[in-house]
């Protein structure tokens, strides 16, 4: 297992992963603190910094200033079913660069890991642990 998600209360629920944890959505407890983005909110936010690990990356090895380093992420969505169309990031520099490597950031962009598993399609599987509707049926 690479991530554990908990429920914690109301919408909110936990990720962790190693030693960091982010949180979803909305509790009902009271602590704010604990809420955050919903997840298809953060969906596209992952995306936005998998493209600026990447962005970041191109601008290092060709001595390309990128402290003011931003990425703006814009999505559509739609229903039935619910999801996400489209996905618009527009990179701000605040440097001033050439045509040259204008089009390498954008080849970088375009090749991040989460737009590639997008782009290229990939499998989701659920499946329910065993013993998991038993207590739902001793009642």
Same mark, same amino acid.
């Given at each position: 297992?690479? $991530?554990?998600?908990?429920?914690? /209360?109301?919408?909110?629920?936990?990720?962790?992963?190693?030693?960091?944890?982010?949180?979803?959505?909305?509790?009902?407890?009271?602590?704010?603190?604990?809420?955050?983005?919903?997840?298809?909110?953060?969906?596209?936010?992952?995306?936005?910094?998998? $493209?600026?690990?990447?962005?970041?990356?191109?601008?290092?090895?060709?001595? $390309?200033?990128?402290?003011?380093?931003? $990425?703006?992420?814009?999505?559509?969505?739609?229903?039935?079913?619910?999801?996400?169309t489209r996905v618009t990031a527009r990179i701000i520099?605040?440097?001033?660069?050439?045509?040259?490597?204008?089009?390498?950031?954008?080849?970088?962009?375009?090749?991040?890991?989460?737009? /590639?598993?997008?782009?290229?399609?990939?499998?989701?599987?659920?499946?329910?642990?065993?013993?998991?509707?038993?207590?739902?049926?001793?009642?």
């Amino acid at each position: 297992m690479e $991530i554990l998600v908990t429920y914690e /209360n109301g919408h909110r629920f936990a990720a962790t992963c190693h030693e960091h944890t982010v949180y979803t959505g909305k509790g009902d407890d009271g602590d704010a603190s604990r809420d955050g983005m919903w997840p298809a909110q953060m969906f596209a936010a992952a995306l936005g910094m998998c $493209i600026g690990g990447y962005v970041a990356s191109y601008c290092e090895h060709h001595n $390309i200033p990128y402290d003011d380093l931003r $990425i703006e992420v814009d999505r559509e969505t739609a229903d039935a079913p619910s999801r996400t169309t489209r996905v618009t990031a527009r990179i701000i520099l605040g440097a001033n660069i050439s045509e040259k490597d204008a089009q390498g950031i954008l080849r970088v962009a375009d090749r991040c890991h989460i737009t /590639n598993s997008i782009k290229h399609g990939m499998d989701v599987v659920c499946t329910l642990a065993e013993g998991a509707g038993e207590a739902a049926n001793d009642g």
